[in-house]
Nanobody, 120 residues
Framework: VQLQASGGGLVQTGGSLKLSCAAS????????MAWFRQGSGENEKATIA??????????YYSDSVKGRFTISRDNARNMVYLHMNNLKPEDTAVYYC????????????WGQGTLVTVSS
């Protein structure tokens, strides 16, 4: 599985961005997909921001993004999206899309990341 994230950039507080993730593989529609993010703080680890099940009818959001971010997918196009609204400076991070194919019980496949910077 190869994942290619795009759509990051610089935005002002309160602004919006849409991240996209293009996935390869004929089994995409069976994967659980997620967006993780990693801030620039020392020793800061990537944490999950949002996830979506294979069918696209069940989603998860971390408390910090709930109500502002929306994850969606288009299985016909092998795409996953993250719509981010009302962005805050603390949303500044590198955002990664990741896939869980169900074989290991974890997100084993990661894209290269796209940087989102929210200015105050």
């Amino acid at each position: 599985v190869q994942l290619q994230a795009s759509g990051g950039g610089l935005v002002q507080t309160g602004g919006s961005l849409k991240l996209s993730c293009a996935a390869s593989g004929r089994s995409f529609r069976s994967y659980v997909m997620a967006w993780f993010r990693q801030g620039s703080g020392e020793n800061e680890k990537a944490t999950i921001a949002a996830a979506i099940n294979a069918a696209g009818n069940n989603t998860y959001y971390s408390d910090s993004v709930k109500g502002r971010f929306t994850i969606s997918r288009d299985n016909a196009r092998n795409m996953v999206y993250l719509h981010m609204n009302n962005l805050k400076p603390e949303d500044t991070a590198v955002y990664y899309c990741a896939a869980d194919d169900g074989s290991q019980g974890d997100f084993d496949y990661w894209g290269q990341g796209t940087l989102v910077t929210v200015s105050s």
